[in-house]
């Protein structure tokens, strides 16, 4: 087992692993160039959602499952040791049917083997009504999806954070990692601000800024950033007590008294603007799906920088033929969901020098042809 290991990266995978690596004895030190959950990890509403994933592989909607199933012991186990409650919140989510189509692929849905466990079921008329009575007119059924949760991301960051901290992990912000360090095959450390430090293992968790730390020792890593832009309204009085997800949108209540909508994805590098058009078609389709939306006032807006690989899968494991360097990046919209397994796998890997079967489709090594 590594006695030493450097995280590069404080979101919410960098915190969620060097939490789980502390917790198995290691030394861990986190560097994070801004303060955690500064980009992909507060570009987000927090959605808890592992089915659904109908473009998704069958491995990644496993590890979605079982990272999800996990939620409710990581909410507890975060509040008992750090007081942070993360808002883990269980009343389910709606998503809107319109035309033949989508009532059939609703019908389709509720036989998946899933279905029961995540309490699918359609929902029309007065029911619908009664449920979410702000939802606009001619929205007149839904699939409803109890087992779709969500959580205060920014929340669970600072729970982490917190955790790892309480674990011994040290916690370097405003640090930024500009290279590797190699010796012949293995990777023994960092350069951060000008620092030498020297680790026996290195996780490179640095979201959509991983590319360049790899490509620091020669390694190809195909990681880009997508923007993400949000904004959030005023949810006092309640206008929802559900989320609600359309095509291309969704609206999340918070119990702060507010509604978070999301998400752009736009393909702009790495420029960090909060834009006319992206909030225009945010409020737009939100107003779409609850009106009175128009009416509340915009609290705040905001972006960050999801990390995005071009076969759409995150990039979990050891590298091929490079000793002491493991990746954990590109979750891209599902980093959220998916911290609690990713900490689990990567600390075996780190820990146990184990690969995990269900980590094989998603290894840096199929980069490498």
């Not at 389709?108 to 007119?137: F, H, I, S, T, Y």
């Amino acid at each position: 087992m590594p006695r030493s290991v450097i995280v590069i990266g404080g979101g919410i995978i960098g915190c969620a692993t060097a939490y789980e690596l502390a917790k198995a004895g290691c030394l861990v030190t986190l560097l994070e160039r801004a303060t955690p959950g500064a980009e992909a990890s507060s570009a987000a509403a927090g959605i808890l959602a592992p089915v659904g994933q109908t473009r998704r592989s069958d491995p990644y909607q496993k590890l979605a499952l079982d990272s999800w199933r996990r939620y409710p012991d990581v909410a507890r186990e975060l509040r008992d040791l750090t007081g942070v409650d993360v808002e883990h919140m269980t009343a389910g989510t709606l998503y809107p049917i319109s035309g033949t189509g989508e009532q059939g692929q609703a019908q389709e849905q509720l036989r998946w083997p899933l279905a029961k466990e995540m309490g699918m079921r359609v929902v029309e008329g007065r029911e619908l009504r009664d449920m979410e009575p702000a939802l606009a007119a001619d929205i007149t059924a839904a699939l409803f999806v109890r087992g779709d949760h969500w959580i205060n991301n920014q929340r669970l960051v600072t729970a982490y954070a917190s955790a790892a901290t309480e674990r011994g992990v040290l916690i370097r912000t405003g640090i930024e990692v500009t290279r590797l360090i190699a010796e012949g095959s293995r990777v023994t450390g960092v350069v951060a601000a000008g620092e030498r430090l020297e680790a026996e293992a290195v996780l490179l968790a640095a979201g959509a800024w991983s590319a360049p730390i790899a490509a620091s020792i020669g390694l190809e890593l195909p990681v880009v950033p997508v923007r993400g832009q949000m904004l959030a309204v005023s949810n006092v009085p309640p206008l929802l007590t559900r989320a609600v997800h359309g095509d291309d949108i969704y609206v999340v209540p918070r119990p702060s008294g507010e509604v978070l909508i999301g998400a752009t994805v736009e393909h702009a590098g790495f420029l960090r603007a909060v834009t006319p058009d992206g909030l225009g078609s945010l409020i737009a389709g939100a107003v779409a799906l609850v009106p009175e939306i128009g009416r509340r006032s915009v609290t705040r807006s905001w972006c960050g920088f999801r990390p995005w690989v071009p076969d759409g899968q995150p990039v979990l494991g050891p590298w091929p033929d490079v000793a002491g360097l493991f990746v954990a990046t590109a979750h891209y919209r599902n980093g959220i969901l998916m911290a609690p397994i990713t900490a689990a796998l990567l600390t075996r890997c780190i820990v146990d020098a184990d690969i995990p079967d269900s980590i094989s489709p998603f290894l840096p090594a199929r980069f490498l042809s």
